[in-house]
């Protein structure tokens, strides 16, 4: 069985590639996010049409089709070419090959940067220097994670099996890792906000769910234990349209380029 110590960094976790077998799976059932959210990252950022967001570790564009939805021009950078491939085309969204340590990205060329669900596995601090480095002096960062609720009880079942399954990995224990933020001289007015989110699915989603994590196994024992657990969290929470609410907890922590 394999260990996971709780020091290694997730970014040695082969961050670069480990999603390309999830592809399909992240598509389908990944969750968005509230549009309280978007609202608060882009408060204050106005006109919206004016304004170049980079979207660092963008996988499939969850977030960078949210961003384009209000005009906001995107370059959604992200190193996996099959989440690259997997993208829904949108006309303010362009994808480019890169890492959140090397974006490839003009000295001071964007307003906004973006990170949605990634910011644990960047190597951090090299990550913010280039968060800096590529924002105007005016500019802003969002790092932003839906966090699973432990006060909802399918959630907290659900956390339960996803941590067994894994092995305990240390992504979903570590998987909102601010602390870098919290202490890099790159960025100072450090502020945290939260939102609620419900993300429906009935019980192909929460399976798909589950294995869109890429530290979830998808054969041998532990996959078919979780399987058979997933199936009856499902058959005890649905209710009469057949649907089941995962809730999220969606913290936005906002920063200013130093």
């Not at 992240?26 to 004016?50: C, F, G, H, M, W």
């Not at 304004?51 to 660092?56: E, G, K, S, T």
Request: net charge negative; aromatic share 10%; charged share 20%.
């Amino acid at each position: 069985m394999t260990t996971h110590p709780e020091s290694t960094p997730l970014h040695t976790f082969n961050p670069l590639t480990r999603f390309s077998d999830r592809v399909e799976d992240y598509v389908k059932y990944r969750p968005s996010y509230p549009a309280a959210a978007i609202d608060k990252i882009l408060e204050n950022l106005t006109p919206s049409s004016q304004h170049v967001a980079a979207d660092i570790g963008a996988g499939t564009g969850i977030s960078s089709r949210l961003l384009g939805d209000r005009d906001v021009n995107v370059i959604a950078i992200e190193p996996n070419a099959a989440m690259r491939e997997a993208a829904e085309p949108h006309p303010l969204v362009e994808f480019r090959d890169g890492t959140a340590e090397i974006t490839n990205l003009c000295d001071g060329s964007v307003d906004l940067v973006t990170c949605f669900q990634a910011f644990h596995w960047f190597n951090p601090e090299p990550s913010l220097s280039e968060f800096r480095r590529i924002l105007k002096p005016s500019g802003r960062l969002a790092v932003v994670w839906n966090n699973r609720v432990q006060e909802d009880a399918l959630t907290r079942e659900y956390n339960r099996l996803v941590r067994e399954a894994s092995n305990h990995h240390p992504a979903e224990s570590r998987m909102q890792t601010v602390e870098p933020l919290l202490i890099t001289k790159n960025f100072i007015n450090i502020r945290e906000f939260n939102f609620i989110y419900q993300h429906e699915l009935d019980l192909t989603g929460l399976i798909g769910r589950a294995t869109s994590a890429s530290y979830v196994p998808r054969q041998g024992q532990a996959y078919e234990q979780l399987i058979t657990g997933l199936q009856k969290l499902y058959q005890n929470f649905c209710d009469q349209s057949g649907f089941v609410y995962m809730v999220y907890r969606t913290s936005v922590h906002l920063a200013e380029p130093a």
